[in-house]
């Protein structure tokens, strides 16, 4: 079957500290990846998108890489701060980027503590 | 950016009554899609609202159900009809921007139902 899996368990970290999170998926081709950031009550922001032929990619504290071998995306925040407290997603088209319809990963809630 | 408003923002509903949810985009967008968020879960996709014609819906969602209106390209409602405590969740409504791949988000609509 089609899924994607995150990492299930809450991810506590210390202030300062890299925070590295899982997106696994299985019987996709996607032709990119995305991670959103969802706050209590809100609707999920978008922070990042990786292409199937790009092995990694940043934006200012926030890395992305992508291995469509292992199927695989690991996300990670550096020099992590409690603001960055929140439910990560990782999203993909299932249809290879053709429908923009967006397929979400279960999500991991990341706590930085002070 | 876009911006994505709802309303309303919760309600609380009785069981076997319906409610409309109302999704606003700032600009016109040429689809736009509706996701529900139940307690403590990832997104899944409900349907595609397309602009003058019929909505797509997702495997397990259907029209007398969910019926979708998308009068324009700035806004489109979905009602949850006949509803039931199961149907208890959080309602999105979501714009695909810039080249399409990435998506805003609107706040969400908190639903309880009773």
């Known amino acids: 079957s089609q899924k994607i899996e995150q990492n299930s368990e809450a991810l506590n970290i210390q202030e300062g500290k890299t925070a590295t999170l899982t997106c696994n998926y299985t019987?996709?081709?996607?032709?990119?990846l995305q991670w959103y950031r969802q706050d209590p009550g809100r609707g999920p922001v978008f922070l990042l998108l990786?292409?199937?032929?790009?092995k990694e990619k940043r934006k200012e504290r926030l890395k992305v890489t992508f291995d469509t071998t292992l199927k695989q995306s690991l996300f990670h925040i550096t020099a992590s701060q409690p603001a960055d407290s929140a439910t990560y997603l990782c999203?993909?088209?299932?249809?290879?980027?053709?429908?923009?319809?967006?397929?979400f990963g279960t999500g991991t809630l990341l706590a930085v503590q002070p | 950016s876009a911006v994505i408003s709802q309303k309303p923002s919760r309600d609380i509903c009785q069981r076997g009554t319906s409610l409309t949810i109302q999704c606003q985009v700032d600009?016109?967008?040429?689809?736009m899609f509706w996701y529900r968020q139940q307690p403590g879960q990832s997104l899944t996709l409900i349907a595609t609202?397309?602009?003058?014609?019929?909505?797509t819906y997702e495997s397990g969602f259907v029209i007398d159900k969910f019926p979708i209106s998308r009068p324009n390209l700035t806004f489109s409602t979905l009602t949850v009809s006949n509803m039931s405590p199961e149907d208890s969740s959080i309602y999105l409504c979501?714009?695909?921007w810039g080249g399409g791949e990435t998506q805003y988000f609107g706040p969400g609509t908190r639903l309880l139902v009773l």
């Open positions: 019987n996709y081709s996607p032709a990119y």
């Open positions: 979501s714009a695909p």
């Open positions: 600009s016109q967008v040429t689809m």
């Open positions: 990786i292409r199937e032929n790009e």
């Open positions: 609202a397309n602009q003058g014609s019929e909505a």
């Open positions: 999203a993909l088209d299932p249809n290879g980027g053709a429908t923009n319809k967006l397929i």
